[in-house]
T-cell receptor, first 112, second 112 residues
């Protein structure tokens, strides 16, 4: 089973709202990732967690705040977003870093 | 700058033909190579991974890797209209942690 789940599927939020995206995997993977994807562009890496520790932050603005409560869960907390942050947010996981990554279905975020 | 290059397409092939998708990468020490399929509005789906020179076959898909030429390709035999999607080449640039560098993707259109 190579399933990564993400909730919600769609999210509309105002620029003053606070919301969270959730990601879960039960494959025993020890690396988890957040990506942002705009239309007709490849995924852009935002954060990498390896063994529940933040290992990479690709210079993402502080209005995006990741959290890894345990080895199966990954959250992305959103606050004071801008309309240009509207995108598909993808979570992925891999057995270890450097292994093949499996993506969840994504959360389609619209900031109004 | 480490890059992955793909022809953006679209690549148009008739049903039943062989589709050939190509990818070049700049970092000679790259070790892991992946092909993802992405339907419009959906998340990337891993279809092939390859780690050593030569061919790797899985059903109608064959991945080919030539590290000396820094070239990886994906062949799809007996192409079907359901194969119409964007194909993303991803390379692990072996920079410590598993950070995939994606090409911009090639759109494949298979006509009935």
């Amino acid at each position: 089973d190579t399933e990564v789940t993400q909730t919600p599927k769609h999210l509309v939020m105002g620029m003053t709202n606070k919301k969270s995206l959730k990601c879960e995997q039960h494959m025993g993977h020890r690396a988890m990732y957040w990506y942002k994807q705009k239309a007709k562009k490849p995924p852009e890496l935002m954060f990498v967690y390896s063994y529940e520790k933040l290992s990479i932050n690709e210079s993402v603005p502080s209005r995006f705040s990741p959290e890894c409560p345990n080895s199966s869960l990954l959250n992305l907390h959103l606050h004071a977003l801008q309309p240009e942050d509207s995108a598909l947010y993808l979570c992925a996981s891999s057995q270890r870093d450097r292994d093949e990554q499996y993506f969840g279905p994504g959360t389609r975020l619209t900031v109004t | 700058q480490k890059e992955v290059e793909q022809n953006s397409g679209p690549l148009s092939v008739p049903e039943g033909a062989i589709a050939s998708l190509n990818c070049t990468y700049s970092d000679r020490v790259s070790q892991s190579f992946f092909w993802y399929r992405q339907y419009s509005g959906k998340s990337p789906e891993l279809i092939m991974s390859i780690y050593s020179n030569g061919d790797k076959e899985d059903g109608r898909f064959t991945a080919q890797l030539n590290k000396a030429s820094q070239y990886v390709s994906l062949l799809i035999r007996d192409s079907q209209p359901s194969d119409s999607a964007t194909y993303l080449c991803a390379v692990n640039m072996n920079s410590g942690y598993s950070t995939l560098t994606f090409g911009k993707g090639t759109m494949l259109l298979v006509s009935p």
